[in-house]
């Protein structure tokens, strides 16, 4: 069982910067891949980003690549989200996700577990 704990969100000016946090339990967090999702209002789950288990290999969405980098920190048991140039449609609750396998999946349905997500509110 992990359990996920997300921080970091809230409320940004188009163009600045935000950095999420997740924080996972277990002793065996290198062997999860990890990926960040959000959901907007009315919208449906949509990913954002995927790390491998070591942190080698990496995914994003087209809408946020280049803008976004995704991280991860095994010996502290946590994963980020770097967020510059924030845009206003990039507001939406984003919710950590951890997959048992080392590889990286851009789908929802492979995540076994989630955090409750953390709001970011990107004002224009």
């Known amino acids: 069982q992990v359990q996920l704990v997300e921080s970091g969100g809230g409320l940004v000016q188009t163009g600045g910067s935000l950095r999420l946090s997740c924080a996972a339990s277990?002793?065996?967090?290198?062997?999860?891949?990890m990926g960040w999702f959000r959901q907007a209002p009315g919208k449906e789950r949509e990913f954002v980003a995927a790390?491998?288990?070591?942190?080698?290999?990496?995914s994003y969405v087209d809408s946020v690549r280049g803008r976004f980098t995704i991280s991860r920190d095994n010996a502290k048991n946590a994963v980020f989200l770097q967020m510059n140039s924030v845009k206003p449609e990039d507001t939406a609750v984003y919710y950590c996700?951890?997959?048992?396998?080392?590889?990286?999946?851009?789908?929802?349905?492979?995540?076994?577990?989630w955090g409750q997500g953390t709001q970011v509110t990107v004002s224009s």
């Open positions: 790390i491998s288990g070591s942190g080698g290999s990496t």
């Open positions: 277990g002793r065996t967090f290198s062997m999860y891949a």
């Open positions: 996700a951890a997959k048992r396998s080392l590889r990286i999946s851009r789908l929802a349905r492979e995540y076994d577990y």
